[in-house]
């Protein structure tokens, strides 16, 4: 398996970037071939040293690295990579990696 994580930083309107997300971009990921899973942080994103400059992770599950590159290959993956700009102003990491269990 393999994991796309975002790391949404803290915008400046919470609630504008929540009903934005939740309402026209996860509809949108939810269309992207080859996506397997889809989980996001529930409250606030802390760090081992307290607050975080975070306010949202995403973590989208595939079979493989090579299966997240051709997911974002397709109109749908550049469609919501695209969208990124419309609600992500502060800032967003994007971090893609293969698992395996330990």
């Known amino acids: 398996m393999a994991k796309l994580v975002a790391l949404y930083k803290k915008p400046a309107d919470v609630a504008a970037f929540d009903a934005y997300y939740f309402s026209t971009h996860v509809p949108k990921a939810k269309t992207i071939p080859g996506l397997?899973?889809?989980?996001?942080?529930?409250?606030?994103?802390?760090?081992?040293?307290?607050?975080?400059?975070?306010h949202l992770v995403a973590m989208l599950g595939f079979d493989s690295l090579a299966a997240i590159q051709a997911a974002f290959g397709s109109p749908e993956g550049q469609a919501t990579a695209g969208d990124l700009a419309n609600f992500a102003q502060a800032?967003?990491?994007l971090l893609?990696?293969?698992?395996?269990p330990v």
């Open 36 to 54: 397997r899973s889809y989980e996001v942080s529930d409250g606030p994103v802390g760090s081992a040293q307290g607050e975080s400059a975070y």
């Open 91 to 93: 800032g967003v990491e």
């Open 96 to 100: 893609m990696f293969d698992t395996k």
